[in-house]
């Protein structure tokens, strides 16, 4: 059974972080948004990213060599840990990832990896195609644009400590060369926050957000 994220319940209990995240949702070549919501010992995470970042490519992947690309970034962006760091001291395990190229009028791929008490049981990799568009635009509303790829992944991780997390660090970048920003929204006890993180200073001061 897949957890419901929390970030997606957060928001309900915070409607103007909500209508911020709305208005973030437009499609830019580089950027890429991160949600966090953090509960208890939890850490939810939701990554938003455009195609052509972390493929290299929006079209509709068809070629032995494109959807080999596919299941290779979307194996990457299952494993939340290598991308985003939040220190030993926090002491976070993965419960749950599970990632998905999403785009155009067609099905989608989907990447599901849950943690399990022997290791990692990778399942569900659905393989289908969509029609996409390559325009060079530097921004895309995916109500006009709906062939446009983008990639989605959800996070559930168990912290020893969360509070103890003073720095994230972004391997994300050193994964996909194309990412040159991270807008990231936090929610927690401590209310919310939004940051940008960028590729030549690839970390965030957590001091204070959890």
Same mark, same amino acid.
């Given at each position: 059974?897949?957890?419901?994220? /929390?970030? *997606?319940?957060? +928001? +309900?209990?915070?409607?103007?972080?909500?209508?911020?995240?709305?208005?973030?949702?437009?499609?830019?070549? #580089?950027? &890429?948004?991160?949600?966090?919501?953090?509960? #208890?010992?939890?850490?939810?995470?939701?990554?938003?990213?455009? $195609? *052509?970042?972390? =493929?290299?490519?929006?079209? !509709?992947?068809?070629?032995?060599?494109?959807?080999?690309?596919? %299941?290779?970034?979307?194996?990457?962006?299952?494993?939340?840990?290598?991308?985003? $760091?939040? #220190?030993?001291?926090? $002491?976070? &395990?993965?419960?749950?990832?599970?990632?998905? /190229?999403?785009?155009?009028?067609?099905?989608?791929?989907?990447?599901? @990896? %849950?943690?399990? !008490?022997?290791? @990692?049981?990778?399942?569900?990799?659905?393989?289908?195609?969509?029609?996409?568009?390559?325009?060079?635009?530097?921004?895309?509303?995916? *109500?006009?644009?709906?062939?446009?790829?983008?990639?989605?992944?959800?996070? /559930?991780?168990?912290?020893?400590?969360?509070? !103890? *997390?003073?720095?994230?660090?972004?391997?994300?970048?050193?994964?996909?060369?194309?990412? /040159?920003? =991270?807008?990231?929204? +936090?929610?927690?006890?401590? #209310?919310?926050? &939004?940051? %940008?993180?960028?590729?030549?200073?690839?970390?965030?001061?957590? &001091? $204070?957000?959890?």
């Amino acid at each position: 059974m897949k957890h419901i994220p /929390l970030f *997606a319940l957060s +928001i +309900i209990a915070y409607p103007a972080f909500a209508d911020e995240t709305r208005q973030l949702d437009a499609h830019i070549h #580089g950027v &890429s948004q991160l949600n966090i919501a953090v509960e #208890g010992t939890q850490i939810s995470m939701e990554l938003r990213a455009p $195609g *052509a970042d972390i =493929v290299g490519f929006e079209y !509709a992947a068809e070629s032995a060599e494109d959807l080999d690309a596919v %299941e290779t970034v979307l194996a990457t962006l299952a494993d939340p840990l290598g991308l985003f $760091g939040f #220190g030993e001291a926090a $002491g976070c &395990s993965v419960v749950q990832a599970d990632a998905a /190229l999403e785009g155009g009028e067609g099905h989608d791929h989907d990447h599901d @990896h %849950e943690e399990k !008490a022997d290791g @990692h049981d990778h399942a569900g990799h659905d393989h289908d195609h969509s029609e996409g568009d390559a325009h060079d635009h530097a921004e895309h509303d995916h *109500a006009e644009h709906a062939g446009h790829s983008e990639f989605n992944a959800n996070y /559930l991780l168990e912290c020893a400590d969360p509070g !103890a *997390a003073s720095e994230m660090t972004f391997a994300f970048f050193d994964a996909f060369p194309n990412a /040159l920003e =991270v807008e990231v929204q +936090i929610i927690s006890d401590s #209310g919310a926050a &939004s940051f %940008e993180v960028m590729r030549a200073e690839p970390s965030l001061d957590l &001091s $204070g957000a959890f």
